[in-house]
């Protein structure tokens, strides 16, 4: 029904910037939560980020405000994550995820969302 792809990611120095895209194929996304994980090595993926389907409401992880910033293009069927301020701590792979009657009210969690991408690695390092 719905699949989600990544692309945006790559290396960085700390400090700065990439622009992740989050495109969805098979249906609309009009109204499908958009949540990011990210995934360390050696750890499990864990929430951080959430968009509900009208862009309203957005829930950010506390390490994330003022760094991180989503943003949704329906009509494109794509969904956004600035990533500013970069640091290694953010190395990980990142991966979204997209749930339908879902309106991002806390971190996100697996069980949640049925509907995945594949990840894209993002790299900070000097």
């Known amino acids: 029904q719905l699949k989600l792809v990544e692309s945006g990611g790559g290396s960085v120095q700390p400090g700065g910037s990439l622009r992740l895209s989050c495109a969805a194929y098979?249906?609309?996304?009009?109204?499908?939560?958009i949540a990011w994980f990210r995934q360390a090595p050696g750890k499990e993926p864990e929430g951080i980020l959430c968009?509900?389907?009208?862009?309203?409401?957005?829930y950010y992880g506390d390490s994330l405000k003022g760094r991180f910033t989503l943003s949704r293009d329906n009509a494109k069927r794509t969904a956004f994550l600035q990533m500013n301020s970069l640091s290694p701590d953010d190395t990980a792979k990142y991966i979204c995820?997209?749930?339908?009657?879902?309106?991002?009210?806390?971190?996100?969690?697996?069980?949640?969302?049925?509907?995945w991408g594949q990840g894209t690695q993002v790299t900070v390092s000097s």
């Open positions: 098979g249906t609309t996304l009009d109204y499908h939560a």
């Open positions: 968009i509900s389907p009208d862009g309203r409401k957005t």
């Open positions: 995820a997209a749930e339908d009657n879902y309106y991002c009210y806390g971190r996100p969690l697996i069980d949640d969302f049925r509907s």
